[in-house]
């Protein structure tokens, strides 16, 4: 059976992410994906990063990534998976991506999603990912693209962005050419009204190239980062397509607006709950 994955931001929203990881451990995940957005909070009202205190922007954050693989360890689960700070557009988060790259590593963590500008063509985004390929080589950690969105306020609808469609995700990952740069399918951005494809088409596109997830449910209309099978996406769908392709990596959820209702006293309550969802799915996977 796949192995089921969720990012640690939510959960550390309320509790920290050392005791995130314990608690998602508990859960019953088998890994976390270590998010690093406290490396570069974006103040997108005033289009600056916040200056904000992090053990991930100090000179020892490598010894922050070790403490939470070290963490994971100690619980039985690692980490598969990271997801650098955004809007690359910024120049001052630009410059964050060979620090996510070195914090994968040393968290022991094999992709790190870093998003594509949204507003770039291929070739203008794989500029930047051929610019850090020889440092994430030498971190032994593979890069990630990811499709992404923007809004039409007229359609009140989503409208293409970079990786919207399987036609251009697979653009970007051709402009490089090169196997340190794979796919992140975000599932929830597939579905979206106005610039999604469907999942299960563009898994089936990517295929070899598909190598990571981000999960969640939605209306397929909002991007909702809600708790699988909750919304409208059909999961067994994707499921399929995922077999047909024979995806091997883990079952990452991203429902981080579900666990956002929580509280530090209930967390463990709702991360119990994703872990079910993700089984769920993992049994999907595995029933054909």
């Known amino acids: 059976m796949l192995h089921i994955s969720t990012e640690i931001a939510s959960a550390a929203h309320h509790v920290g992410e050392e005791r995130a990881v314990e608690l998602i451990a508990k859960a019953g995940f088998d890994a976390f994906d270590f998010s690093m957005f406290a490396m570069g909070h974006y103040d997108w009202a005033n289009k600056c990063v916040k200056n904000i205190p992090h053990p991930l922007r100090e000179k020892d954050y490598l010894t922050f990534a070790r403490r939470l693989k070290q963490i994971g360890r100690d619980n039985g689960i690692y980490c598969n998976q990271s997801h650098a700070p955004f809007p690359v557009y910024c120049p001052e988060i630009k410059d964050l991506m060979k620090r996510a790259l070195e914090c994968t590593a040393e968290a022991g963590g094999r992709i790190c999603v870093i998003h594509p500008d949204n507003f770039k063509t291929a070739e203008e985004n794989a500029e930047m990912y051929a610019e850090l390929l020889p440092f994430a080589k030498a971190c032994g950690v593979k890069m990630a693209t990811e499709n992404m969105w923007d809004w039409d306020r007229e359609k009140d609808e989503s409208k293409f ?109 709702g991360l119990g709950n994703m872990a079910a969802a993700a089984k769920r799915l993992a049994s999907l996977f595995e029933e054909g």
């Open 161 to 269: 962005s970079a990786c919207a469609t399987s036609e251009d995700f697979l653009a970007h990952i051709r402009a490089v050419n090169d196997p340190f740069l794979v796919a992140c399918l975000d599932i929830g951005h597939a579905e979206m009204r106005g610039s999604g494809e469907g999942a299960a088409k563009m898994i089936r596109d990517l295929g070899p190239h598909l190598q990571a997830l981000h999960i969640h449910d939605n209306d397929r209309w909002h991007d909702s980062h809600q708790i699988p099978f909750s919304m409208q996406i059909d999961f067994a769908a994707v499921a399929k397509a995922l077999r047909e392709i024979g995806y091997s990596g883990e079952l990452t959820l991203e429902a981080d607006a579900y666990l956002g209702a929580f509280t530090p006293e209930t967390v463990a309550e």
